[in-house]
Nanobody, 125 residues
Framework: RVQLVESGGGSVQAGGSLLLSCVAS????????MAWFRQRGLDRRARVAR????????DYKYPFEGRATISQDSAGKTTDLQIHKLNLEDTAKYFC??????????????????WGQGTQVTVSS
């Protein structure tokens, strides 16, 4: 059974940084696309960043280009997301997601099969 467990959320002041981690277990594929999504209120979950196995094909969605870094350990079990220059609009629940295969073509939440429970990030002024 695949499990994704996020950690690292919490409260942070605007302008600060945060490191979110996702530990995956039970993945049977050697090639997986890992992603971070966020959900603000009742909005749909929106992709923040994604990364392929081995750290390949990392990319970011607006407005995270240039202020977020997604990375993965060599075993492909832990996927981190570091966000800098946090602002009030970054307040959201952040989810880790996984899908078998390469990241190519996996653009939205429907493309990801496995999800964590999410971790809340609250940015205050």
């Amino acid at each position: 059974r695949v499990q994704l467990v996020e950690s690292g959320g919490g409260s942070v002041q605007a302008g600060g940084s945060l490191l979110l981690s996702c530990v995956a277990s039970g993945l049977t594929n050697t090639d997986n696309c890992m992603a971070w999504f966020r959900q603000r209120g009742l909005d749909r979950r929106a992709r923040v960043a994604r990364i392929g196995t081995g750290g390949h094909d990392a990319d970011y969605k607006y407005p995270f280009e240039g202020r977020a870094t997604i990375s993965q350990d060599s075993a492909g079990k832990t996927t981190d997301l570091q966000i800098h220059k946090l602002n009030l609009e970054d307040t959201a629940k952040y989810f880790c997601a996984s899908a078998p295969g390469a990241c190519w073509g996996k653009v939205g939440e429907a493309d990801f099969q496995y999800w964590g429970q999410g971790t809340q990030v609250t940015v205050s002024s």
